[in-house]
């Protein structure tokens, strides 16, 4: 049985879970810590109950700055007209995490920090270039979220450092992400791969890009060289075709339950095309407005750029 | 642990272990056994509930998590003149078959219409997709949410008629 500790600020948390590094362990939505108690794969003895610290629920935008606080709803997100527009990787990732109960319980925070490899969040937020604000015993601090991950389950955070929010660049009218994910089911499955991918136009052009991948690495990955491979071009099928076999070599999936490593090396090189497609189509508002990419990325004429 | 919460209408203050889940509070602490104990990974959905209006699988919400909010469970629902309109379509339509998943159904609905007067079946599989049923095969669910739907949008019109 886990005692459970209430803090009243961040401070206090923080100090709680220096105080008891081996036997604590933060709680916020409890979607997967009580899983995990569950199923013996982790045994806190304390649980630190961060759900009602307030202001570190919701978000901002501010500009082309989106700051998500550790304890936004995925719930939230999805739901958000103004994040359908400005990110829309972020909301096509929130729509498809677990179930309506999951995501009204589950966290942005409780998402990254759980750190499983096939987390809907990550790469979401990577294309959008984000950034991990951290309150720790000594102080505060920014990390890339590219560098938060270490491996399945780890974080960079030590003993007591909290994640508090996470900044992400939202496009303008001139950019546009997309997240897409392979399942064997249609919901309340995990991915078996996620790709996210953004884009920035410019003059007909690519002028910058981003694929983040998960489901296929130990930890969620930005496919680096996935830029080169398109920036500079108006993404033709051979520019994306190639941005595809970048994104397959750069991987390195396991086999399980959810395919082998061939088949989502497959899948990769597949939904990347499709994903750059969708996220270009946003940028230069040949897109319905707010509107999610279709299952899988495929619609009828997709290479055409006929829309549905 | 001590724990204040509105459940159903009615106020409760209760000494809780710490880390008891909001499932085993509602069932072992208060007997409201509408609430289902089912998988316990929050996958079945059996143990859906609001608090504040939102579904939630109060198998992975701690009961001293809830401190000083408003739960409602399918006990909460039934009203003076008899089941509420999402339950009597469960039943005339035959959407429940064993019925340990209907409690988590019902409630997974009745956030639905809260928030979407007029869902499509596509919008009510999405709704129910956090809430398995092993008997039915769902069209008479889906069936019942489509009529209690339809009920509840010609009872606000006629009550609108009323006021006007």
């Not at chain 1, 966290?107 to 951290?134: Q, R, Y």
């Not at chain 1, 499955?189 to 890009?209: C, I, P, Q, T, Y």
């Not at chain 2, 459940?7 to 008891?20: F, H, K, Q, R, W």
């Not at chain 2, 409602?72 to 340990?100: I, K, M, P, R, Y």
């Amino acid at each position: 049985m886990a005692d459970v500790f209430i803090p009243g600020s961040i401070e206090e948390a923080v100090a709680f879970l220096a105080d008891h590094p081996a036997t604590a362990m933060p709680i916020a939505g409890g979607t997967d810590i009580l899983v995990d108690t569950r199923t013996g794969r982790s045994r806190p003895e304390r649980l630190v109950d961060l759900s009602g610290l307030r202001g570190f629920g919701g978000f901002e935008l501010d500009g082309e700055l989106l700051r998500l606080g550790a304890l936004t709803r995925i719930r939230s997100i999805e739901l958000d007209a103004e994040l359908a527009r400005r990110a829309a990787a972020l909301v096509e990732a929130a729509r498809v995490l677990g179930s309506v109960q999951i995501r009204t319980m589950a966290t942005v925070g409780g998402n990254l920090c759980h750190a499983t490899p096939s987390a809907e969040m990550p790469p979401a937020l990577l294309v959008h270039e984000a950034v991990a604000e951290i309150t720790g015993a000594s102080g505060r601090y920014s990390t890339p979220l590219a560098d938060f991950f270490v491996s399945p389950g780890r974080t960079i955070l030590a003993p007591g450092d909290l994640l508090t929010a996470v900044r992400a660049r939202v496009p303008s009218s001139t950019s546009g992400s997309c997240y897409l994910r392979q399942t064997v089911r249609w919901s309340m499955d995990l991915a078996g791969v996620g790709v996210a991918a953004s884009v920035h136009v410019k003059e007909g052009a690519v002028s910058k890009a981003s694929v983040a991948l998960s489901a296929v690495a130990p930890v969620p990955m930005v496919v680096a060289g996935a830029e080169d491979a398109v920036v500079g071009t108006d993404l033709g099928s051979d520019v994306l075709a190639e941005a595809g076999r970048r994104a397959a070599q750069a991987c390195a999936p396991i086999s399980d339950a959810r395919g082998t490593a061939d088949y989502r090396r497959e899948v990769v090189s597949v939904l990347v095309p499709r994903a750059l497609r969708i996220a270009w189509l946003r940028a230069t508002a040949s897109w319905p407005e707010g509107s999610p990419a279709p299952a899988n990325g495929v619609w009828t004429g997709m290479w055409t750029g006929e829309l549905r | 642990m001590k724990v204040e919460l509105t459940i159903n209408g009615d106020d409760y203050a209760c000494d809780v272990e710490p880390d008891l889940t909001l499932l085993s509070f509602l069932r072992d602490v208060l007997g409201l056994t509408g609430t289902k104990w089912g998988c316990l990974t929050g996958d079945c959905g059996a143990c859906t509930v609001l608090v504040e209006g939102e579904p939630v699988v109060s198998c992975l919400q701690l009961a001293c998590q809830v401190q000083g909010r408003e739960v409602t469970t399918v006990e909460g629902l039934e009203t003076a003149d008899g089941l509420d309109e999402v339950q009597a379509a469960f039943v005339s339509n035959g959407a429940s078959q064993c019925g340990f998943c209907t409690p988590g159904m019902v409630m997974s609905v009745e956030a639905l219409l809260r928030t979407n007067s007029s869902p499509d079946e596509a919008e009510i599989r999405e709704a129910l997709a956090g809430n398995l049923c092993r008997c039915t095969g769902y069209s008479k669910i889906v069936d019942a949410v489509l009529q209690a739907a339809a009920q509840r949008r010609s009872a606000a019109g006629s009550s609108a008629g009323n006021v006007s």
